[in-house]
């Protein structure tokens, strides 16, 4: 018996939770001198239709320009943080407490909890205050191995409703994520982190 293939899986998910599943694969041409070598850019998301603000998405593309992601799998959510917000951050491990080079916001409970994976960057006040929201990151991020956090650093742009918005994510950038309970609970708390963020932006 074959070995299901990661889409069948998420289509699996996609009938088993009532969500919309949106699929692309375009074949990049053969190398000339490399026949049965040829690669693929796929394209997959999933969405309930009563909710255009939250998605799972997956990208992958082996000649994605240098510097931007050839994969990632993730939950993502709009949010009405300023669109040029731009971040990018991981759990704190025990390499990073240790090395001196480690990229420091200022703010010390930030800090003591998350590592930015860019020298240059600027937290939102939103986040470095809220104790909160921080906490529900740093859960969040620990769901799974190698979680990423993201304000408008992932291009998101091949799903229509994330166009021109900004866009904050939890996101595995390396491999797809299959496992149902993962996927549900990643879902649910980037909804959750999404709308405490708008939240917090009103009452101010």
């Known amino acids: 018996m074959e070995e299901k293939t990661n889409f069948e899986y998420l289509s699996e998910f996609a009938s088993a939770t009532g969500m919309e599943l949106e699929f692309s694969e375009t074949p990049y041409p053969e190398p000339i001198f490399r026949k049965n070598l040829q ?7 999933l969405y ?19 510097g931007e992601h050839r994969i990632f799998f993730g939950a993502f959510c709009s949010s009405d943080l300023p669109i040029q917000t731009r971040l990018n951050f991981r759990k704190k491990d025990i390499l990073d407490k240790i090395n001196p080079s480690t990229p420091k916001s200022g703010f ?24 909160n929201i921080q906490k529900q990151i740093y859960e969040s991020l620990g769901l799974t191995n190698n979680l990423h956090f993201s304000i408008n650093n ?10 021109e918005t900004s866009v904050v994510g939890i996101y595995q950038p390396q491999h797809w994520i299959i496992e149902k309970e993962l ?22």
Do not use: C, W
């Not at 992932?154 to 166009?163: A, E, T």
């Open 108 to 131: 010390k409970k930030f800090d003591s909890k998350f590592v930015a994976t860019e020298k240059k960057f600027e937290i939102p006040k939103i986040i470095s205050d809220d104790i």
């Open 48 to 66: 309930y239709r009563n909710d255009l603000r939250t998605f799972l998405l997956f990208h992958g593309d082996p000649y994605k320009i240098i």
């Open 39 to 45: 690669k693929f850019k796929r394209i997959a998301y």
């Open 154 to 163: 992932v291009n998101v742009n091949f799903v229509p409703s994330l166009r």
């Open 183 to 204: 996927l549900k609970k990643m879902l649910y708390n980037i909804r959750h982190i999404s709308n405490q963020i708008d939240r917090k932006i009103y009452e101010r």
